[in-house]
């Protein structure tokens, strides 16, 4: 009989293409994920896996299993949160998803007033962008988000707009700052950029991306960088300008940066901040608990929608 055991032997194997990995990350002995991933492929009748070296490939039919597969676990998962949530708030854990821009300007306050509001309860704000976050809620792994709207991948997926912050052009020097900045403008400057590792899929470089090539221009970059900390104080030492949420700069700048100033581009440019959650799941209070204090502080930084 199928159960959710192997589905996590199945889904772990799948993730990392190792038995061995797999069993690393759940815990058990390798023989006994081997153990499960052979009485799942028995139960069903197809083979799940082809061995190849040291590892394993997935079949085509275990690229079938896999959605499903996900779907069980992140329900059973649901399923006991609800339970756990429905006994009371007075204690246990609150998980809630954050990408790293939210968090910097946002995450602190809501933890406060969870706090707040329930002091017994452990509060863990997980993530540190927008596509680990969707990684987290598709597996299961969280109940609900608040996300970067551009970057999430709507199926499977129920996304509200809450908020929008408008994109900045910072500089520490003022002749850069007398008027917005056009698209090619931009494409003329010295960019100092965060998030160099989810360059391809970030929120702010894709609106960037689509900034300039609609006028004919292509985006570059000087200096890659990690975090936004790190751009900011670049910036502020004169080695390049960079692009980052208003609300963020706010934050920033005058700690790290004070010479730094910043100006709007033109035609501004907005980031929107998204409540997310997997479609038909049932919140539990805990879940919805930090949806409404997160919409809330965050309506109260950023603009509405």
Known sequence: ???LHQLRCFLATYEHGSLTAAAEELGYAQPSVSEQVRALEKTLGVPLFRRVGRGVVPTTLADTLR??????IAASEEARRAVQSAVSLESGTIRFGMFGAARLYAGAQIVADVLERYPGVRVELIGQHSNEVQE???RGHLEAALIAATSVESEGMTVTPV??????????DPSRLRSPVTAARLARASLIMPETTWRSSDSVRILLRRFLHEAGHNPQTRIEVEEAEISVDLVGRGLGDSVI???AAE??????APNVGWV??????YDVMAIVHRRGAVLSPAAQVLIEIATRHIRSIAEPV
């Not at 908020?163 to 520490?172: G, K, N, T």
Request: aromatic share 6%.
């Open 264 to 269: 709007s581009l033109r035609p501004k440019q």
């Open 136 to 138: 987290q809620l598709r």
């Open 1 to 3: 009989m199928l159960s």
């Open 67 to 72: 959605p499903y597969a996900e779907q069980a």
């Open 245 to 247: 949420p208003r609300a």
């Open 251 to 256: 934050q920033l700048v005058p700690r790290l």
């Open 163 to 172: 908020a929008r912050d408008e994109l900045v052009y910072i500089s520490a």
